[in-house]
């Protein structure tokens, strides 16, 4: 059998079952479990799949499009309330704070206490129920990308520089441990990026769907953000990054 064929077995057999171990994909491709390591380490170092330890995972990629705010809001609510929920919680007096725009960074704004703080973001619903709230909001300034409602493009970028966040809070659409944390449009990509550079410590609000996704444009390293979530996959990303279990 051909090398991309096998490439394709395997990347075949992952996108249907999620995981498969060295042993379980050498008998299916009648191969020496030798040949089946180099072929993992070949389809990761693509980008193509999570190589771990006797095996691989699956990583779903996903390309530019994206759902509209308004399909996104009710999904893992509840899940995300409570991510959302600790978020607020670490919010001090003095704190100047980036919240990106999304729907688990939107859950944030009910649970926030801290009128001390300053706040700056670039979802536009969000400053409207942060003003609301009675809260000191800056919204910065750019083109409005209507399938998020956030604010981006160049005049967004420049807005940021001026800022030196203590703390920033950001959404992601997926959580890759090849491609780090991702997003489907490059313009919100860069806006993300430049909030986590501006940032002392950032923050990644995460629900558990969201790991192992990897979408067009990566906006920052593991490395860089702690993860809030509800649960993380066990046995990975914890040596990549910080990872706060909100359920635990």
Do not use: W
Request: net charge neutral; proline share 2%; with cysteine.
């Amino acid at each position: 059998m051909l090398a991309q064929e096998r490439y394709q077995i395997i990347l075949d057999r992952l996108g249907e079952e999620g995981t498969m171990t060295v042993a379980r994909l050498s008998s299916l491709l009648n191969a020496s479990e030798a040949t089946v390591r180099r072929d993992l380490n070949v389809l990761a170092k693509e980008g193509k799949l999570n190589k771990v330890f006797g095996g691989a995972t699956s990583i779903r990629q996903m390309g530019l499009l994206e759902e509209h705010v308004s399909l996104r809001e009710t999904q893992m609510f509840e899940e995300k309330n409570r991510i959302a929920a600790c978020a607020a919680s670490l919010i001090m007096d003095d704190d100047l704070v980036f919240i990106d725009s999304g729907t688990t960074t939107a859950c944030m704004i009910p649970h926030l206490k801290n009128h001390s703080a300053t706040y700056v973001t670039n979802g536009v619903a969000h400053a409207y129920r942060l003003l609301r709230a009675g809260f000191n909001v800056y919204l910065i300034g750019g083109r409005l990308r209507p399938a998020t409602e956030a604010v981006v493009g160049s005049e967004a970028m420049h807005g940021l520089y001026k800022y030196n966040f203590s703390k920033a809070f950001m959404g992601t659409n997926g959580i890759s441990q090849e491609k780090g944390f991702t997003t489907p449009d490059i313009e919100e990509a860069n806006i993300k990026q430049l909030a986590v550079e501006r940032s002392f410590v950032s923050f990644v609000l995460a629900d558990h769907t969201k790991f192992n996704m990897a979408f067009a444009v990566t906006f920052s390293r593991l490395s860089a953000c702690c993860i809030l979530t509800d649960r993380a996959p066990k046995g990975k990303f914890s040596d990549d990054a910080v990872i706060k279990e909100v359920d635990q």
